[in-house]
């Protein structure tokens, strides 16, 4: 099997390396996660795009949501709305213990890739999750309403406001963190799991170094195309790249990741785009890329094994 | 209506606090409270005697026990332990926000007054709630195992270790909080609930100043006894004055509150005690003290409001 590096924002990133935890050895998958999203709600330290990615991996993913832990109630947050603290940010009971936790971790000194290793060994998971790194980095909205942190943008305001750009408060001072390195390292393979190419991977690509290395790595980069069918499977990835001027299809996806991927897995429904995501520069490998049941994040996952165990450079 | 400082702990304090509050117009009753019992649970400050008085206040405390909030359920706390965390003090989901917000609000730079003030008062408490100081104090049990933090002691250990002494670690450099002073120096009488006379009533006589200006007070100052038939209500009062070498009866809580109080109110089934409590340099006042429903708690209230009101000192 080969070892594979996954990168990984939310809730689609959370579904391919589901797939990919069920098909690898746990020792052959590592999934770097956007910490970017990363927020103090209530004095506790939320990182939603870690969580998401954990819950998935420990069966706990709310499978309304795709986010949040199944079965959650929020009993403490409405208990905080009668106290006057702000609620917009949804923290359910099971949920808060991951972030009451983690910020205990952090207060006794533990870094954020050694709270998350403690968290998910707990929960029964056996690969790696990583934190791209454990420097803070704030994912930084620019829209028509000013500068909006991105859970402000992304929760609070329901990404209303327009945007002009993204930026990482923070990164330009950041190192990947040293799980992230050393999978980097092993790893035989970079997989990008269908998250947002501009506030999910973006973050992890804005790491000093990180573009360069991954433009410069040995093995195969397979890229999934998270817009299928000119539209985002979650989340506003769509919106953005409209009000950036990008294209919204696979093709935009594609443009975003020339000189850092070497094959687009795009859906049936697109496979009109091939040619152009030819001229981007990489492959395409046309297949079903929307994961509504475990069996379709296993069947995806096992595809691009097959590709990269297949591959020919 | 008399101006009442109540002096509390925790479970039979906040009984008597709520009478006094069903009684007393808000701006006349102020509770000053133990808080040597506060500890830090998961990274939060916990004010156990803070929310015993300030969930009883609300209307909001758990029948059942007395403390925490009914209908509260444990599902943050049980995800904490699935997360590695000790979980031997019970926090609720609803509790839990309490401890989430004072810790917020402390991080904000908040004084515990201040916090607690913020509480209650989204909590529709009209009366005040003090800390007895904004300084940390900590109750050590001093005990044949070795010196145990309080909750350690009472919750984790079960009051099992023998004890040869507490002590309040920090007291010594606190001062009374601003509320607390200013009821003070308001009141007509003073109250002690009926609540440990070593751990709830000892801090607060403790605090550099409080014990002399107590002895130096010049209205009615009225003790409830804790101790009923020659045992505690409630918690480890009667245990903690047998191992001290105390009388457990309501003349054991004569003699601490010698200089100190000028009417002690006994239970109709210790009335063969009335004449020792006498000897104690006080008068002794006997009436159902027991406290199961809120007509009980509004009814001693309003015997202890009468007895101040027909005062001849």
New interface residues.
């Given amino acids: 099997m080969p070892k594979i590096l996954a990168i990984a924002g939310g809730v689609g990133g959370a579904k391919l390396a589901l797939g990919l935890a069920r098909v690898l050895p746990p020792e052959d998958l590592t999934v770097v996660v956007n910490t970017g999203d990363d927020e103090i709600f ?3 330290h939320v990182s939603p795009d870690l969580d998401s990615v954990t819950y998935a991996l420990a069966g706990l993913t709310n499978p309304d949501t795709g986010w949040g ?1 199944v079965g ?2 929020f ?6 709305g ?4 702000e609620t917009w940010f949804g923290l359910g ?2 949920d ?3 972030h ?2 983690r ?2 971790l952090l ?1 006794q000194g533990l870094s954020l890739s050694q709270a998350t290793a ?2 998910t060994r ?2 029964g998971i056996a690969c790696t999750i990583a934190p791209m790194t454990d420097a803070s980095v704030r994912t930084i909205a620019i829209t028509d309403v000013g500068d909006l942190a991105f859970q402000e943008y992304f929760v609070h305001r329901g990404c209303e406001p327009r945007i002009a750009g993204v930026r990482f408060d923070g990164a330009d001072a950041a190192l990947p963190s040293p799980a992230f390195a050393d999978a980097f390292r092993r790893a035989d393979a970079i997989v990008y799991c269908p998250s947002n190419p501009l506030v999910s991977v973006g973050p992890i690509l804005a790491i000093p170094g990180v573009r360069h290395a991954i433009e410069n790595f040995a093995g195969p980069r397979i890229a999934v195309s998270p817009i299928v069918g000119g539209r985002a499977l979650k989340g506003p990835a769509a919106k953005m790249m409209e009000e950036l001027g990008e294209e919204v299809s696979c093709v935009g996806i594609a443009r975003r990741y020339v000189g850092l991927c070497d094959a687009l897995v795009i859906d049936d429904v697109d496979r009109e785009h091939a040619a152009a995501v030819e001229d981007c520069g990489m492959r395409y490998f046309v297949t079903g890329t929307v994961m509504h049941t475990e069996a379709d994040k296993v069947g995806l996952a096992r595809e691009i094994v097959d590709l990269i165990d297949s591959w020919s450079g």
Same sequence: chains 1, 2.
């Fill in positions: 209530h004095g506790l832990v959650d109630s009993r403490t947050l409405e208990a905080l009668r106290l006057g603290a009971d099971l808060l213990a991951t009451i936790r910020t205990v207060g403690d968290i707990h929960l």
